[in-house]
């Protein structure tokens, strides 16, 4: 991936920044045709984006920028501390105590002038996306304080959470939005924000490899459900089993409210086959009993839901297998034989809740902490069947193959509608 030509979403943030902060050219800028197009210490404006367009520079954009008040380490943690002292649920899935202890340590580190701008950036022109940030700072530096890590890979673990999301900086904004029902097109710009954030590290930074696998991967699920490249434990650096687990419960928490504490320990143990069990264990033992309430109407259907899943995930498991068996393409029947697996894992997980068994309990079936169960468990696998869906259409769209989209697109819809 190359960054000479800037990119535009990051761009118009960029732009956006300098007229709230003073951005000036930490060098000269040229294009790549000798041509200098900003000088040293010249403010950023509109004008400049003007005259980018189309252009290939010498060196990133992102490299020849500075940023006055640049955010550092020591400012994030005291956001994060900050965050902690608001949120009373992130203190207990982060361990409040050992994970000040090992955040303190971490004032010390430094970050790339380039990660500063775009983490200066996002602080101020994007409050949600910031306060995610600290949420998975604060749960990654629990998760190495109980877990006893190592500290090059605690120091490795904070900064690759404090960059994880920093490749959505180049991603249309319009698909970030929670509220917008993304078609396969869409999300597989947003699946690339991993790639993106990676290759950043790598070509803007001298900051550690691990720093950057982390970051890559940070997406991916132990049994190989995630995305962007459906890696499996084996191809996967020994932190990202962490950082998702932070990436993922801090999602949760965004949502506040009643429930939260239920989803997260349905949410990291419904597949025993995705998360660090090790970690898992480590985030939830200190997650409230009485934060577990959820009320939950009687005609929610979720076990009507739960049974519909299962049709589905059958009928879905039949097509890849016909395909599987009719292909040329190894890699098409490899994916094929993949996801039917993942289907598999997620039918076991069905039963061993008893969601599927829920209609033989007759009036006992509207318990309401059962009733809240059986919600979440039926929420936990639509998200899943979704999530596979998505990744099925980017393992087709990577083997370049018009029949296997073909012959895939019964399946998106059946799984994700």
Known sequence: MSFA??????????????EQRTVSAAHDIYDDRGFKLWAKGVPV???????????????????????????????????CLHKLGEEPLLQ?????????????????????????????????????????TLRVVAICAGIAAKLKAHANDANHLLIAAMLHDIG??????EYLDPERKLTPQEWKHVAT????GQALIQEQ???????????????????????????????QHL???????????????????????????????????????????ALLQNLPKEENELCVEEDDNCIAKAHDAQVKITEVRRILKEIAETTKQPAVRQTCLSAKSLLHNLTKCMQGTGVLDANLLGESAKDPELLMEMHLIAQEVEWRMNNLARNLYLRAENHSSPEFLTALNGVFGMISA
């Open 5 to 18: 030509s800037p990119n535009q979403y990051c761009l118009d943030k960029l732009v956006k920044l300098s």
């Open 45 to 79: 404006s509109r004008e400049l984006q003007a005259k980018l367009v189309l252009r290939k520079l010498t060196k990133p954009l992102e490299s020849s920028l500075a940023v006055e008040h640049a955010l550092s380490c020591a400012e994030i943690i005291d956001d």
């Open 92 to 132: 207990q899935t982060s361990g409040a105590r050992k994970a000040r202890e090992l955040l303190a340590d971490g004032k010390t580190l430094h970050l790339p002038p380039s990660m500063q701008l775009l983490l200066t950036s996002l602080k101020m022109n994007d409050a949600d996306t910031y306060a995610h």
């Open 168 to 173: 959505e900086t180049y991603i249309n904004p």
């Open 193 to 196: 924000h991993p790639i993106i």
């Open 205 to 235: 930074t001298s900051l550690p490899a691990a720093v950057a696998q982390c970051i890559g991967q940070h997406h991916e699920r132990l049994d190989g459900s995630g995305y962007p490249y459906q890696s499996k434990h084996a191809d």
């Open 239 to 281: 932190l990202v089993g962490w950082i998702a687990i932070a990436d993922a419960t801090a999602s949760m928490l965004a949502a506040n409210g009643k429930g939260v504490a239920a989803r997260i320990a349905l949410a990291l143990r419904i597949v025993p086959e995705e998360f660090d069990h090790e970690a898992v264990d």
